[in-house]
């Protein structure tokens, strides 16, 4: 079941977008994450649709940032363990990158990305708070490819181990809710500003009312194929429905049966 909107913490979807829309403090959280300077934010917008192709899957990015550098961010927040991290952010990667290159452009045009997943589990199992990634040379461990990509994954549960302050505290209030800092005390204070604005509930209210019947118009988009085309088919269609809206593969396992293995080959 949908939280309330007034349980809503940093870490739910909707209220981290909230939070991130904020040009000052997703700056200083893209500082801290990535230890360096960030030049002006000069285009940030939520639950961006990215699209490939017709017959592609597309993705919606959390928050979207570009600076005056042209560099770009996608920062996203993700509180189950689908196990699926790096494969989801070699796709987003490539969505965006094609999203971006104008036909006809060259190469040489593609911006520096970065893809930062905040995740409150830990998704690489070495118990580091952060996990940065680039491509280099198998060869000599040191050379790096400069195609411009990095990749970051956030894991909230080591706060403990975050070595900077900062960093630390705001690792700590997205796990546990406790605001410690400076930074998260303007974070928690936005929030519960947040939380007194009518039109954020009412926007709240309409995006879970408006997944609950999408969710339910595919699950009976599959009884009806069921019917149809036999029970293993609508399981697998109404499976594919419940991956496009979000639900954990736990979930869509348990309201149709399939095998996790079944369920995560669905594309």
Request: glycine share 6%; aromatic share 8%; hydrophobic share 35%.
């Amino acid at each position: 079941m949908r939280k309330s909107f007034d349980d809503l913490t940093i870490a739910d979807d909707f209220m981290f977008c909230k939070i991130m829309q904020d040009e000052s403090i997703c700056k200083q959280f893209l500082e801290m994450i990535l230890s360096d300077k960030i030049g002006k934010i000069v285009y940030l917008s939520p639950q961006n649709s990215v699209t490939t192709g017709i017959e592609a899957k597309s993705v919606r990015l959390d928050i979207l940032v570009k600076d005056e550098s042209g560099k770009s961010y996608d920062i996203e927040m993700q509180v189950s363990n689908e196990h699926n991290i790096p494969k989801r952010m070699r796709y987003y990667q490539a969505a965006i990158d094609i999203a971006f290159l104008d036909k006809g452009a060259h190469y040489k045009a593609l911006n520096d990305s970065y893809i930062i997943f905040m995740c409150l589990f830990d998704a690489i199992g070495n118990d580091k708070p952060l996990y940065t990634f680039e491509n280099i040379c198998l060869e000599d461990r040191q050379t790096p490819l400069r195609d411009g990509t990095k990749k970051v994954i956030i894991n909230a549960e080591a706060f403990r181990k975050a070595e900077n302050k900062e960093l630390k505290g705001f690792l700590e209030y997205v796990k546990t809710g406790t605001a410690n800092t400076e930074y998260t005390g303007r974070i928690e204070t936005m929030i519960q500003a947040v939380k007194h604005n009518e039109q954020a509930r009412q926007e709240y209210r309409f995006m879970s009312g408006f997944e609950m019947d999408a969710r339910e118009e595919g699950i009976q988009q599959g009884k009806s194929l069921g019917l149809a085309e036999g029970s293993r088919q609508a399981k697998l269609e109404t499976a594919r429905i419940l991956k496009q809206l979000g639900d954990s593969v736990k979930k869509i396992m348990q309201a149709t049966g399939l095998t996790q293995e079944e369920v995560e080959s669905i594309s």
